[in-house]
């Protein structure tokens, strides 16, 4: 901003331009109230030279606010207007269990990235990176929002060292073979929750979108549906929400095999509704109507997800599916391995990085492009063959 006197209201201000002598950073520094313009002056010019000959009168200095104060005024004046109420609440456990318990009667000044980085790195004995990576992420929250408060003269946040990501071979491990898949499959067959695993294994989806779809979202005449929202546990009830990101909302294309079982299950659970007449369960869920606004209560929601007697399904249930898969089937599963394996499926078979990623509501390309980076030896053995049978046509041409 340019250095000047000017008038504000009845009386005038002045308006310097200073640098911080220890971060070289510049900042504004303005005055008012002075009756006369002459006035003003004379106070801007003496303001200068306090500057020249005491430097430090102008460093920020760090205020003794506490990393809980922090936190409580970020929450109360930020973020309940500006975050969803998931991601509220995932900041809560992260404060309540690791961040608050940790430091959070410390002045964030004084907290550094060395023991910050020692805490993170402590926690891969006992916890997954991607859980780790999430501390950190709102660690940044936290101390960006005390920078640009002038809470601390110093954002020592990227000075925090972190541990390295998954390798690779923890990552293979999360994908199933078709023998897997099909072993599990027949046992959930006799299950309530045989439908949301073939929609896993079919589509990717993830668990939360996966029983939050309704018979509302399938398109039988383009054979595709949309994932359009998410069922969480909100404000202690089961709640239809905002999906995970604006790029989760997509529509799906649908393989023969679920578009047919999807059509099946429609008419079974319409002679199901039929046939148990009144002692058809009646069932009500939430709706999550978006920031400002009051949840409404919706009666009967065509929810794909049924039990025989009409009850929903939540993700809760598909709890179930991993006790049953590790008892009867001696196969460690997780709802959102569906997902890896079904975006490794699409890797393998050489399907478009880009139509990878709109089909999975990926946010990032480089979130798809991670499948990609594990190439099977079929793969090298189809690039071989083409490259070679290219080769062939050019020596005959």
């Known amino acids: 901003m340019a250095e000047n006197v000017r008038k504000k209201g009845s009386t005038y201000s002045y308006r310097i331009n200073v640098k ?24 801007m010019a003496a303001k200068k030279l306090e500057v020249v000959e005491n430097p430090d009168s102008v460093m920020v200095k760090d205020k003794p606010i506490t990393l809980g104060e922090v936190y409580k005024e970020f929450i109360e004046k930020y973020a309940q207007y500006d975050r969803e109420q998931s991601t509220i609440k995932r900041y809560s456990c992260l ?201 409404t209560i919706e009666e009967n929601p065509d929810l794909i997800n049924l039990k025989e007697n009409g009850d929903y399904l939540s993700t809760d249930s598909a709890k179930v599916l991993f006790r049953i898969a590790r008892d009867d089937c001696q196969i460690h599963f997780k709802y959102h391995n569906l997902r890896h394996t079904h975006a490794s499926w699409l890797a393998e078979h050489s399907v478009p990085a880009i139509v990878t990623k709109k089909r999975l509501g990926h946010s990032k390309e480089e979130t798809t492009l991670r499948y990609y980076q594990h190439i099977t030896q079929g793969m090298r053995t189809d690039l071989l063959d083409k490259l070679n049978g290219d080769s062939e046509k050019d020596k005959a041409g």
């Not at 318990?101 to 550094?112: A, E, L, P, Y």
């Not at 029983?211 to 359009?228: E, M, P, Y």
């Open 95 to 295: 404060f309540r269990n690791h961040i608050g318990m940790k430091w959070g009667n410390r002045q964030i000044s004084t907290i550094k990235a060395t023991e910050i980085s020692e805490y993170l790195f402590a926690m891969t004995a006992t916890h997954s990176y991607a859980y780790i990576m999430s501390i950190h992420k709102f660690i940044g929250v936290l101390w960006d929002y005390a920078y640009k408060h002038k809470y601390m003269k110093h954002d020592n946040f990227r000075e925090i060292e972190t541990p390295k990501e998954d390798s690779s071979d923890d990552f293979i491990e999360k994908i199933y073979t078709e023998e897997e898949l099909d072993k599990m499959e027949e046992r959930f067959s006799s299950t309530n929750l045989i439908t949301a695993f073939k929609i896993g294994r079919a589509l990717g989806v993830r668990v939360a979108e996966c029983f939050g779809l309704r018979w509302s979202d399938v398109d039988w005449k383009k054979h595709t549906i949309w994932v359009k929202r998410q069922m969480v546990w909100e404000d202690q009830m089961w709640c239809l929400r905002n999906t995970k990101t604006k790029a989760a909302i997509r529509e799906i294309d649908l393989q023969d095999d679920i578009y047919y079982y999807l059509k099946d299950l429609k008419e079974k659970q319409e002679e199901q509704k039929v046939s148990a007449g009144v002692a058809y369960h009646q069932t009500r869920i939430a709706i999550d109507n978006g920031r400002s606004k009051a949840k």
């Open 20 to 43: 911080d002598p220890e971060t070289g950073k510049w900042r504004t520094i303005e005055k008012s109230g002075f009756k006369t313009i002459a006035e003003a002056k004379a106070a």
